[in-house]
């Protein structure tokens, strides 16, 4: 037996110790049970298990055989990965097989638009739900990808380079193996054709149609004779099939009518009689009952380009707008509110004298689509996500050090040589690249200053403000966007009550985005449209993996930090003897759960602020004008509102997740993997300690020699509070500490 007095075996002289039940200790959460005994050279209390290495029930063992740990996880993901294709691939054979594909577009439902936005809505709702299954699945396997193995981080620490464990990083990517690097570029990339397109695979489609305006008599709706050559029937629409219908219309009286039609897309009114006092008027045949004929042909792509776009201008009476009006032009639009409306009895378009009106009512024509250039290309990626992801779960071999528990398990069955004698070092030391650890230097004593940090601290100044500042910056842009929105809606009132009546995700022709260059005409103009509205998307989840990693930060130093005073086992990814295995990487459910689901609301609150919109024109007989049809975008005001609001609870999420205090004992090590080796040098007959529940803390001096300087680690072994202003170095030999000395000779002192 060595100096130390202590082994891991439970072998004590039978007179010092009595019969205690094993049932009469306390137990782990895995089932283990805790032994308090006393060492045969010394008094000092060591903390053992029933379940050492050595005498592992042979059950125990066959389950550690089993997938555990992140492996778990990445089998997971990939199995959701693969579930998500298969649901791709069913529902586009479906919409295929029972509904067939019309210029690359399936129309799914055809109805009432108000069963078409409830339709979509679950639709999207659904489609983000899977997409950020497959984001947190993605995340997942990539930070399992980037982290490095023992033998990387050797490497890396024999040039004195650190690397991160557990957390999400692109420094080591610089250090793991080139097979790595490409899958986890594969995974990356893989994400962004998924945000750029999935939401827009289904889409709405709002239906307008053209209509005709009858100046007429009242008598004309009861068979009263026109002058049917002045007035004949022309393609798509009948005057005769008119006149049979009119007495079934809807009676609107002037302010009503014209709030009605003075509208881009007609989508619950088509063809309108306006009854006037005197058809004659305007020098057409005696005895006719019909005055004159206006048709409304609404051309969609001049809607969209609004460059010249006058929609409704015969609603305007004559007089109103300049017969000269093209350097600064008058809209008819413009002054509706202000110069129509309120002279709406004296209202006489075209020079008609209007007395009410007779509008016919339609079925809206909504549609719910289903676009096939987006599910391929959605398809595409999905099989190289899932294959990737397939790749991490079952081809990688080695043993990455994916939790910190992995590092310290790691380092106390193999210590690091680099790291030796620098017990009290933290990360802000190792990034500062001071002489503390350099290859001529075996053994730092530096003093002891417990700081008491909040959970800010835990991660650097610079991942805090690049990921603050590109959320407001995100938030700001949104505020931005919804301020101008609001103000280019082609509606009279714009309070809440009317915002919110243009409900999340609706088609709704006075949100329609106009005046763009994109292409507008024919199903090629989709695409564009797609990724227009998809932009914020990747955008988000950019974001979305910015938080994780800061959450990621500040909940591995809290896990780090209550090693100080608690004894516990190692969470790690492959358990032995006591080990505590985890399915999650280094946030905790209670954590991960909420993050998750802000993540997927706010991906579902974008789709519904800024989304694929498609408008079909239908002639006054109701056929469909295929050629007049367009793709552009519509965005929902009070679902920008939303996502404000929701963005706005997230940072105060992770700012108040920051306020928290940590643990003021543990030096701060952070995600640092030279600082995280440097607390792991227990002494020599403490060789099982990564197997057994350990603690944070100096080593008894009857443990050290005499005079030499304290040390800080990880031990199986019974620890004690380190004191504030001591010097703490490590285990030197007698030359190492000359050498210290004579290097720091200002900081190597007395106690």
């Given at each position: 037996?060595s100096?130390?007095?202590?082994?891991?075996?439970?072998?004590?002289?039978?007179?010092?110790?009595?019969?205690?039940?094993?049932?009469?200790?306390?137990?782990?959460?895995?089932?283990?049970?805790?032994?308090?005994?006393?060492?045969?050279?010394?008094?000092?209390?060591?903390?053992?298990?029933?379940s050492?290495?050595s005498?592992?029930?042979?059950d125990?063992?066959?389950?550690?055989?089993?997938?555990?740990?992140?492996?778990?996880?990445?089998?997971?993901?990939?199995?959701?990965?693969?579930?998500a294709?298969?649901?791709?691939?069913?529902?586009a054979?479906?919409?295929?097989?029972?509904?067939?594909?019309?210029g690359?577009?399936?129309?799914?439902?055809?109805?009432?638009?108000?069963?078409?936005?409830?339709?979509?809505?679950?639709?999207?709702l659904?489609?983000?739900?899977?997409?950020?299954?497959l984001?947190?699945?993605?995340?997942y396997?990539?930070?399992?990808?980037?982290?490095?193995?023992?033998?990387?981080?050797?490497?890396?620490?024999?040039?004195?380079?650190?690397?991160?464990?557990?957390?999400?990083?692109?420094?080591?990517?610089?250090?793991?193996?080139?097979?790595?690097?490409?899958l986890?570029?594969?995974?990356?990339?893989?994400s962004?054709?998924?945000?750029?397109?999935?939401?827009?695979?289904?889409?709405?489609?709002?239906?307008?149609?053209d209509?005709?305006?009858?100046?007429?008599?009242?008598?004309?709706?009861?068979?009263?004779?026109?002058?049917?050559?002045?007035?004949?029937?022309?393609?798509?629409?009948?005057?005769?099939?008119?006149?049979?219908?009119?007495?079934?219309?809807?009676?609107?009286?002037?302010?009503?009518?014209?709030?009605?039609?003075?509208?881009?897309?007609?989508?619950?009114?088509?063809?309108?009689?306006?009854?006037?006092?005197?058809?004659?008027?305007?020098?057409?045949?005696?005895?006719?009952?019909?005055?004159?004929?206006?048709?409304?042909?609404?051309?969609?792509?001049?809607?969209?380009?609004?460059?010249?776009?006058?929609?409704?201008?015969?609603i305007?009476?004559?007089?109103?707008?300049?017969?000269?009006?093209?350097?600064?032009?008058?809209?008819?639009?413009?002054?509706?509110?202000?110069?129509?409306?309120?002279?709406a009895?004296?209202w006489?378009?075209?020079?008609?004298?209007?007395?009410?009106?007779?509008?016919?009512?339609?079925?809206?024509?909504?549609?719910?689509?289903?676009?096939?250039?987006?599910?391929?290309?959605?398809?595409?990626?999905?099989?190289?996500?899932?294959?990737?992801?397939?790749?991490?779960?079952?081809?990688?071999?080695?043993?990455?050090?994916?939790?910190?528990?992995?590092?310290?398990?790691s380092?106390?069955?193999?210590?690091?040589?680099?790291t030796?004698?620098?017990?009290?070092?933290?990360?802000?030391?190792?990034?500062?690249?001071?002489?503390?650890?350099?290859?001529?230097?075996?053994?730092?004593?530096?003093?002891?200053?417990?700081?008491?940090?909040?959970?800010?601290?835990?991660?650097?100044?610079?991942?805090?403000?690049?990921?603050?500042?590109?959320?407001?910056?995100?938030?700001?842009?949104?505020?931005?966007?919804?301020?101008?929105?609001t103000?280019?809606?082609?509606?009279?009132?714009?309070?809440?009550?009317?915002?919110?009546?243009?409900?999340?995700?609706?088609?709704?022709?006075?949100?329609?985005?106009?005046?763009?260059?994109?292409?507008?005409?024919?199903?090629?103009?989709?695409?564009?449209?797609?990724?227009v509205?998809?932009v914020?998307?990747?955008?988000?989840?950019?974001?979305?993996?910015?938080f994780?990693?800061?959450?990621?930060?500040?909940?591995?130093?809290?896990?780090?930090?209550?090693?100080?005073?608690?004894?516990?086992t190692?969470?790690?990814?492959?358990?032995?003897?006591?080990?505590?295995?985890?399915?999650?990487?280094?946030?905790?459910?209670r954590?991960?759960?909420?993050?998750?689901?802000?993540?997927?609301?706010?991906?579902?609150?974008?789709?519904?602020?800024?989304?694929?919109?498609?408008?079909?024109?239908?002639?006054?007989?109701?056929?469909?004008?295929?050629?007049?049809?367009?793709?552009?975008c519509?965005?929902?005001?009070?679902?920008?509102?939303?996502?404000?609001?929701?963005?706005?609870?997230?940072?105060?999420?992770?700012?108040?997740?920051?306020?928290?205090?940590?643990?003021?004992?543990?030096?701060?090590?952070?995600?640092?993997?030279?600082?995280?080796?440097?607390?792991?040098?227990?002494?020599?007959?403490?060789?099982?300690?990564?197997?057994?529940?350990?603690?944070?803390?100096?080593?008894?001096?009857?443990?050290?020699?005499?005079?030499?300087?304290?040390?800080?680690?990880?031990?199986?072994f019974?620890?004690?509070?380190?004191?504030?202003?001591?010097?703490?170095?490590?285990?030197?030999?007698?030359?190492?500490?000359?050498?210290?000395?004579?290097?720091?000779?200002?900081?190597?002192?007395?106690?």
């Amino acid at each position: 037996m060595s100096h130390y007095g202590y082994s891991n075996s439970l072998q004590y002289p039978e007179s010092t110790h009595s019969s205690i039940p094993l049932s009469d200790y306390p137990s782990y959460d895995n089932g283990s049970t805790a032994i308090h005994a006393r060492g045969p050279s010394s008094d000092q209390d060591v903390l053992l298990t029933s379940s050492s290495r050595s005498d592992m029930p042979q059950d125990l063992t066959k389950r550690r055989r089993r997938p555990s740990g992140w492996r778990v996880g990445a089998m997971t993901a990939a199995s959701t990965a693969v579930l998500a294709l298969l649901i791709n691939i069913i529902v586009a054979s479906w919409a295929a097989s029972k509904f067939g594909f019309h210029g690359g577009i399936a129309t799914v439902f055809t109805g009432d638009c108000r069963k078409v936005e409830t339709m979509n809505t679950w639709i999207h709702l659904a489609i983000n739900a899977l997409s950020t299954a497959l984001l947190s699945g993605s995340n997942y396997c990539m930070q399992c990808v980037c982290a490095p193995t023992r033998a990387e981080v050797d490497r890396a620490h024999a040039k004195r380079k650190w690397l991160d464990i557990g957390v999400p990083s692109l420094r080591n990517l610089r250090n793991i193996s080139w097979k790595k690097v490409i899958l986890w570029w594969c995974l990356g990339l893989s994400s962004i054709p998924l945000h750029l397109m999935y939401n827009s695979a289904f889409f709405s489609t709002l239906a307008t149609y053209d209509y005709n305006v009858v100046f007429a008599s009242e008598n004309f709706t009861t068979g009263a004779s026109y002058d049917k050559k002045m007035f004949p029937d022309v393609s798509h629409f009948s005057m005769a099939d008119l006149q049979a219908r009119s007495k079934t219309f809807d009676r609107l009286e002037n302010t009503e009518c014209i709030r009605t039609y003075a509208t881009d897309f007609i989508n619950s009114h088509r063809n309108l009689v306006i009854i006037v006092d005197d058809p004659t008027a305007k020098g057409v045949a005696k005895g006719s009952s019909i005055g004159g004929v206006y048709l409304y042909d609404y051309i969609g792509e001049d809607a969209v380009s609004g460059s010249t776009y006058d929609p409704y201008s015969w609603i305007c009476p004559p007089g109103l707008i300049p017969s000269n009006n093209y350097d600064d032009r008058i809209y008819c639009n413009n002054i509706i509110e202000s110069q129509v409306i309120p002279k709406a009895d004296q209202w006489n378009p075209n020079g008609w004298k209007s007395k009410y009106c007779l509008s016919e009512p339609v079925t809206g024509k909504c549609s719910l689509s289903f676009s096939l250039v987006v599910i391929v290309i959605v398809i595409i990626f999905n099989i190289g996500k899932a294959l990737s992801m397939l790749w991490v779960a079952f081809r990688i071999t080695d043993h990455p050090l994916i939790t910190v528990g992995d590092a310290i398990s790691s380092f106390l069955n193999k210590k690091d040589a680099t790291t030796r004698g620098i017990c009290m070092v933290t990360k802000d030391d190792i990034k500062s690249q001071s002489l503390l650890w350099k290859p001529d230097i075996f053994a730092v004593p530096l003093e002891y200053r417990p700081k008491r940090r909040r959970w800010f601290w835990s991660a650097s100044k610079a991942r805090w403000l690049i990921t603050l500042l590109l959320f407001s910056f995100a938030l700001i842009a949104i505020i931005a966007l919804e301020v101008y929105g609001t103000s280019e809606l082609k509606s009279a009132k714009k309070d809440i009550k009317s915002l919110w009546s243009l409900g999340l995700g609706a088609v709704h022709p006075q949100s329609l985005i106009s005046g763009w260059a994109l292409p507008s005409g024919g199903t090629s103009a989709i695409i564009p449209s797609v990724l227009v509205a998809n932009v914020p998307q990747p955008i988000l989840s950019f974001l979305y993996l910015l938080f994780n990693g800061l959450c990621t930060s500040m909940l591995l130093a809290h896990e780090w930090s209550g090693f100080f005073d608690e004894r516990k086992t190692l969470r790690v990814s492959n358990p032995r003897g006591t080990q505590r295995s985890t399915y999650f990487l280094q946030l905790p459910y209670r954590y991960a759960g909420p993050l998750l689901i802000f993540s997927g609301v706010l991906h579902w609150l974008v789709s519904q602020s800024i989304f694929l919109a498609n408008v079909s024109t239908y002639f006054p007989d109701g056929s469909l004008h295929e050629s007049n049809a367009i793709s552009t975008c519509g965005y929902s005001p009070i679902a920008m509102m939303f996502v404000l609001i929701v963005g706005g609870l997230l940072i105060v999420f992770v700012v108040s997740l920051g306020a928290r205090r940590m643990n003021p004992g543990m030096q701060l090590a952070g995600s640092c993997s030279a600082a995280i080796s440097a607390a792991c040098h227990q002494p020599p007959d403490d060789d099982g300690a990564a197997d057994l529940p350990v603690m944070w803390g100096k080593l008894p001096k009857d443990m050290m020699k005499e005079g030499q300087i304290g040390h800080c680690c990880f031990s199986s072994f019974s620890v004690e509070k380190p004191v504030p202003g001591e010097l703490y170095a490590g285990l030197p030999t007698d030359d190492d500490e000359v050498q210290t000395k004579s290097i720091f000779p200002e900081r190597f002192k007395q106690n």
